[in-house]
Each structure stands twice: as C-alpha cells, then as structure tokens.
C-alpha cells in the first residue's frame, strides 16, 4: 500500500496551493487526513474527512483557509490551501485508514510528504 503525496511548493504568503494524495484503492478505505510538520517541531493535525466525505474537522491554525476533500471512488484525498502564510511552511503528509475489510478492520497509512514553503 503507497501514498503519494504531490502538490508543494514554494509560494508568497496570500497565495495558495493544492495537494493530492493518490491512495489507488476504492474498497477498504476509511477515514483519511492530513498532518504537517514544520522544522524543529513534532508533526501536527492539520484536517480529517470521514469515510463517506460527510464530515470535516480541522485545526483551529487552519480553519477557515484549508479544505480538505476525497473523491468519491476514494481514490485520491486533495488539501486546498487559501491564504497561506509563512507559519503553514511544512512538510505535509497524508494519512489514510484502509483494511481490506474496511472500517473498523483498518491500518493507518502515511504518504512520503510534500513540502510547502510560503514566502513572507
């Protein structure tokens, strides 16, 4: 199982950025998400979707300007990333749950990170 984790870049602060997340499962799959992990610091909680895409949660750093979304064969995972600003510099994973039993039967999984630089 491999997660790949596109999308990054360098960026000027109000600028914005789209990362995906390519899972290439469509069964199996439950909750997925994304975490990030700037220099010097422990990777963080970014935002989660549910397995049916119904239900969001983000950190309160990235509420409001981040959108996280999955496709509906839940193939890819995407975070849409507004209003960027030098603090959201990081190294962003994704994090999928999948079994090939499904939930509750499932592994968590991590992608190789793509890294975001916002410019001040």
């Known amino acids: 199982v491999q997660l790949q984790a596109s999308g990054g870049g360098l960026v000027q602060a109000g600028g914005s950025l789209r990362l995906s997340c390519a899972f290439g499962?469509?069964?199996?799959?439950?909750?997925m998400a994304w975490f990030r992990q700037a220099p010097g610091k422990e990777r963080e909680f970014a935002a989660t979707?549910?397995?049916?895409?119904?239900?969001?949660f983000y950190a309160n750093s990235v509420k409001g300007r981040f959108a996280i979304s999955r496709d509906k064969d839940n193939s890819t995972i995407y975070l849409q990333m507004n209003n960027l600003k030098p603090e959201d510099t990081a190294v962003y994973y994704c994090?999928?749950?999948?079994?090939?039993?499904?939930?509750?039967?499932?592994?968590?999984?991590w992608g190789q990170g793509t890294l975001v630089t916002v410019s001040s």
């Open positions: 994090n999928v749950e999948y079994g090939i039993l499904g939930p509750p039967y499932v592994s968590e999984y």
């Open positions: 499962r469509t069964f199996g799959v439950g909750g």
């Open positions: 979707i549910n397995q049916s895409g119904g239900d969001t």
